[in-house]
């Protein structure tokens, strides 16, 4: 059973275009978040939000626009890609609190 | 500023020996500190944490981490390397933002272990 599960895995798509990652968890935890990790593989926070409100917003563009529909999804939809916008996007879960956090299996967007 | 730092991007041992994975951090308050480690195409997995209590905190894996306060630092180790240990391994803290918190990590190391 995955404890945090992303689709799709894998995203290639053209600039300009619209596209969604979904994200769930089975976990029970209240708090979900979303994470770039680019070609350097440095791992950077997105978004966050605690039963279904957004707590965390970093300096993202507004192309990006979260939706949690309930405290066990979160999904992440991107309008209007760019070529900077490839990278691999981390679901995770974890307490209220920041605590220990359980990753998804990532999904790399490549964007042509 | 809150910050984690890792000042090695690369980390080579041979099997058997002992290791070290460096971090250093920078937080207001109490620091919660974690390691996690990513296998290639892989999200990544929590090895061990610090809260409060003994400064050596054991994780999964036989890897271990120091906490020490003064030179605010939060070592990883491991006594005996194994090539099955080679990946990329993450320190991060948890750092206040606004109402909330949020893990930070920091730029990550590659550790290879060679045979």
């Known amino acids: 059973d995955t404890a945090v599960s992303q689709t799709p895995k894998y995203l290639v798509t053209q600039m300009g275009n619209d596209k969604s990652i979904k994200c769930e968890q089975n976990?029970?935890?209240?708090?979900m978040y979303w994470y770039k990790q680019d070609s350097k593989k440095f791992l950077k926070i997105m978004f966050s939000?605690?039963?279904?409100?957004?707590?965390i917003n970093e300096t993202v563009p507004n192309r990006f626009s979260p939706k949690s529909p309930d405290k066990a999804h979160l999904n992440l939809h991107i309008n209007s890609l760019e070529l900077g916008d490839s990278a691999v996007y981390f679901c995770?879960?974890?307490?209220?609190?920041?605590?220990?956090?359980?990753f998804g299996a990532g999904s790399r967007l490549t964007v042509l | 500023a809150q910050s984690v730092a890792q000042p090695e991007d690369q980390v080579n041992v041979a099997e058997g020996n002992p290791l070290t994975v460096k971090c250093t951090y920078s937080?207001?308050?109490?620091?919660?500190l974690f390691w996690y480690v990513q296998y290639p195409n892989r999200g990544l997995q929590f090895l061990l944490k610090?809260?409060?209590?003994?400064?050596l905190v054991k994780g999964s894996y036989g890897f271990e981490a120091e906490f020490n306060k003064s030179q605010t630092s939060f070592h990883l180790k491991k006594p005996s390397a194994l090539v099955s240990d080679s990946a990329l391994y993450f320190c991060?803290?948890?750092?206040?933002?606004?109402?909330?918190?949020?893990?930070?990590f920091g730029s990550g190391t590659r550790l290879s272990i060679r045979p």
């Open positions: 995770a879960s974890g307490p209220t609190g920041a605590n220990v956090l359980t």
């Open positions: 976990l029970g935890h209240d708090t």
């Open positions: 939000y605690n039963n279904k409100e957004l707590i």
């Open positions: 937080v207001s308050g109490n620091p919660y």
């Open positions: 610090y809260i409060t209590g003994d400064n």
């Open positions: 991060a803290v948890r750092a206040l933002y606004s109402s909330a918190s949020k893990i930070i």
